[in-house]
């Protein structure tokens, strides 16, 4: 089957293009020592875990679910190859919860010293029988993006990460490490600056500690990242301060490595552009667009009226808002079309729900001979499941 024969919707996960991401990447590591994680949250389609377990160091999860699916598809089957690496961050660990973090986690990070103590009891008994190292989430509060403010965790009242003012020197016993994740889909300078503030504020507390995660929201694998200078900082952090430095990014790891497959159902005729009602949706099946919000890209289509024919592009759901752009063509667009959005990997499989009983989309993967194979079909019972 290739990507013209498959059901839609489908998203359809480019293994060729994911395993370009991943080279990039693990050359990185190699020639830096940094260690880089898989950030579940923005890609967690596990039937890929043993590709990504061969180029990366591990993944990281933002709960237990994401803790647990890492344990269960990355590193128990690696037990005994690679020696993998399971990080979890939480604003706040739920007590019922927290024993079986510690159970499949290597890495806890904490966002206070009130959670960090609430669970002390639990997380210094399992770090008494196996490998377990405990930090903190700081707050530099030095935001570097404009007009994203939900995904700035150092904007004004953020409740991500401690301020400096708010972390007690020295740092509280069993604390081995730091972590700041502040960055989205920005290159290596803001990073640098970041750093650079980190060090002056939080400068005093690297002797104290194994390691630093700089979090995600790093481009790496875009064209054109620096990542010459992130080798260097990474090289730099490593010498200075002999620290582990970790990395976990999620959209750098399938960027522009899948894609949403659409049908044209109908077309509307309106006082504006003709309106093709598709098969996916906005709202149900590629939330950023709305939440972000984001246009994706369109294979073969332009900015509106760039190209002949311009449409807008929305869906079979009953909310009005549920658009995705306006979008132009070459030709004329007919009912039985098939549309391909790029980018799709990422925040999207992960994201989606069932809003107006509307199917989830299948998961295909096309590998690196363009064939392509369904991974995951959803049915009715998914929906019902649920609720
Ligand atoms: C703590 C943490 N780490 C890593 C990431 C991954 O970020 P990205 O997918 O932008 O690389 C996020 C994203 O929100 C995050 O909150």
């Given at each position: 089957?290739?990507?013209?024969?498959?059901?839609?919707?489908?998203?359809?996960?480019?293994?060729q293009?994911?395993?370009?991401?991943?080279?990039?990447?693990s050359?990185?590591?190699?020639?830096?020592?940094?260690?880089?994680?898989?950030?579940?949250?923005?890609f967690s389609?596990?039937?890929?875990?043993?590709?990504?377990?061969?180029?990366?160091?591990?993944?990281?999860?933002?709960?237990?679910?994401?803790?647990?699916?890492?344990?269960e598809?990355?590193?128990?089957?690696?037990?005994?190859?690679?020696?993998?690496?399971?990080?979890?961050f939480?604003?706040?660990?739920?007590?019922?919860?927290?024993?079986?973090v510690c159970?499949?986690?290597d890495?806890?990070?904490?966002?206070?010293?009130?959670?960090?103590?609430h669970?002390?009891?639990?997380?210094?008994?399992?770090a008494?029988?196996?490998?377990?190292?405990?930090g903190?989430?700081?707050?530099?509060?030095?935001?570097?993006?404009?007009?994203h403010?939900?995904?700035?965790?150092?904007?004004?009242?953020?409740?991500?990460?401690?301020?400096?003012?708010?972390?007690?020197?020295?740092?509280?016993?069993?604390?081995?490490?730091?972590?700041?994740?502040t960055?989205?889909e920005?290159?290596?300078?803001?990073?640098?600056?970041?750093?650079?503030?980190?060090e002056?504020?939080?400068?005093?507390?690297?002797?104290?500690?194994?390691w630093?995660?700089?979090?995600?929201?790093?481009?790496?694998?875009?064209?054109?990242?620096?990542?010459?200078?992130?080798?260097?900082?990474?090289?730099?952090?490593?010498?200075?301060?002999?620290?582990?430095?970790?990395?976990?990014?999620g959209?750098?790891?399938?960027?522009?490595?899948g894609?949403?497959?659409?049908?044209?159902?109908?077309?509307?005729?309106?006082?504006?552009?003709?309106?093709?009602?598709?098969?996916?949706?906005?709202?149900?099946?590629?939330?950023?667009?709305?939440?972000?919000?984001?246009?994706?890209?369109?294979?073969?289509?332009?900015?509106?009226?760039?190209?002949e024919?311009?449409?807008?592009?929305s869906?079979?759901?009953?909310?009005?808002?549920?658009?995705?752009?306006?979008?132009?063509?070459?030709k004329?667009?007919?009912?039985?079309?098939?549309?391909i959005?790029?980018d799709?990997a990422?925040?999207?499989?992960v994201?989606?729900?069932?809003?107006?009983?509307?199917?989830?989309p299948?998961?295909?993967?096309?590998?690196?001979?363009?064939?392509?194979?369904?991974?995951?079909k959803?049915?009715?019972?998914?929906?019902?499941?649920?609720?």
């Amino acid at each position: 089957m290739n990507i013209t024969e498959i059901a839609t919707p489908a998203y359809v996960i480019d293994e060729q293009k994911l395993l370009d991401n991943l080279k990039i990447l693990s050359d990185i590591a190699k020639e830096s020592g940094a260690k880089i994680l898989l950030a579940q949250k923005a890609f967690s389609a596990y039937s890929t875990y043993p590709l990504i377990a061969e180029y990366l160091q591990g993944a990281t999860a933002s709960g237990l679910y994401e803790a647990r699916l890492a344990y269960e598809e990355m590193i128990k089957p690696f037990e005994g190859k690679k020696k993998l690496e399971n990080h979890v961050f939480e604003p706040a660990f739920k007590d019922e919860e927290f024993p079986l973090v510690c159970e499949v986690a290597d890495h806890i990070v904490f966002n206070s010293i009130a959670q960090l103590e609430h669970h002390r009891n639990v997380w210094e008994k399992a770090a008494a029988k196996k490998l377990l190292s405990v930090g903190l989430r700081i707050n530099p509060e030095f935001s570097t993006q404009e007009g994203h403010e939900i995904y700035d965790p150092c904007a004004p009242g953020s409740r991500l990460g401690i301020r400096k003012e708010n972390l007690p020197n020295p740092l509280p016993s069993g604390v081995e490490g730091l972590h700041f994740h502040t960055l989205c889909e920005q290159g290596f300078e803001p990073l640098e600056a970041t750093f650079k503030e980190v060090e002056q504020d939080f400068g005093e507390f690297f002797a104290q500690i194994k390691w630093i995660n700089l979090g995600g929201g790093h481009h790496i694998t875009k064209t054109d990242y620096d990542r010459e200078g992130l080798k260097e900082l990474i090289r730099y952090i490593k010498e200075k301060y002999n620290l582990e430095v970790y990395l976990e990014p999620g959209e750098a790891i399938a960027l522009d490595a899948g894609y949403l497959v659409t049908e044209v159902m109908d077309i509307v005729e309106t006082e504006n552009y003709p309106v093709l009602i598709l098969d996916t949706s906005a709202a149900c099946h590629m939330p950023d667009v709305l939440e972000m919000p984001y246009r994706p890209p369109l294979k073969d289509s332009g900015l509106c009226d760039e190209k002949e024919y311009t449409y807008r592009l929305s869906s079979r759901t009953c909310l009005a808002g549920d658009v995705i752009g306006d979008y132009s063509f070459d030709k004329e667009i007919k009912i039985g079309d098939r549309l391909i959005f790029e980018d799709m990997a990422i925040y999207s499989m992960v994201k989606n729900n069932t809003f107006n009983g509307m199917p989830l989309p299948d998961i295909d993967i096309m590998h690196k001979d363009g064939s392509v194979e369904v991974i995951k079909k959803f049915s009715y019972e998914d929906f019902k499941s649920r609720l």
